[in-house]
């Protein structure tokens, strides 16, 4: 049997605060054993980096980001973006003069919307995100996670790796509706 190729991506910026978790999460899941097929990487704000690595090497991504959707700090969600941005459809079309990359930047969004369009063909993605504090924009940079988003890293590495060994069994499947939960406590399941 072979197993699908699965690309943790961890994405955030260290110096602005709840933004830096899934390179957080990425530190923690850095010495934890993964099955054959499962890399983890910390792509930071590269989004060029992420685009190349989600068209030659996985079948799934599970993407690992702050996602602010109005729930209380240190909430997880599982979210799956819509189909197309995920695959090379039409729509996945960028304005012109709108560069779809930023080489010292990362928007997730466009990030897949440029795998699409270069015809990269991922089964699956899932995004784990967590929501952030508010960003304090009087401040430079905040170099430290929230004690909320801080306290959501543990529960985040396992639900990832609750989500890899689903995929991996072939036992995941997409949610009926967005209020469907993947697991008790302060996780909701939606759709982007």
């Given at each position: ?41 910390d792509f ?78 991922l089964r ?69």
């Amino acid at each position: 049997m072979m197993h699908p190729r699965i690309l943790i991506a961890c994405i955030g910026n260290i110096f602005l605060g709840d933004d830096a978790f899934g390179v957080e999460v990425a530190r923690k899941l850095a010495g934890r054993p993964m099955p054959q097929g499962v890399r983890v990487v910390d792509f930071g704000i590269r989004g060029l980096d992420l685009t190349y690595a989600l068209l030659e090497d996985c079948d799934v991504a599970i993407l690992v980001d702050a996602a602010p959707r109005g729930q209380a700090p240190g909430t997880l969600y599982v979210i799956e973006p819509p189909p197309q941005i995920r695959r090379d459809s039409p729509s996945a079309q960028i304005a012109p003069g709108n560069p779809i990359i930023d080489a010292h930047g990362m928007d997730p969004a466009k990030v897949l919307q440029a795998v699409a369009m270069m015809g990269g063909g991922l089964r699956q993605v899932l995004v784990v995100g967590c929501e952030p504090m508010p960003f304090n924009s009087d401040e430079d940079m905040q170099m430290a996670l929230s004690p909320q988003v801080a306290a959501a890293v543990p529960a985040a590495v396992e639900l990832i790796e609750s989500l890899v060994q689903k995929i991996v069994s072939g036992e995941y499947s997409p949610p009926l509706n967005s209020s469907e939960a993947l697991m008790k406590g302060d996780v909701t399941h939606g759709i982007a």
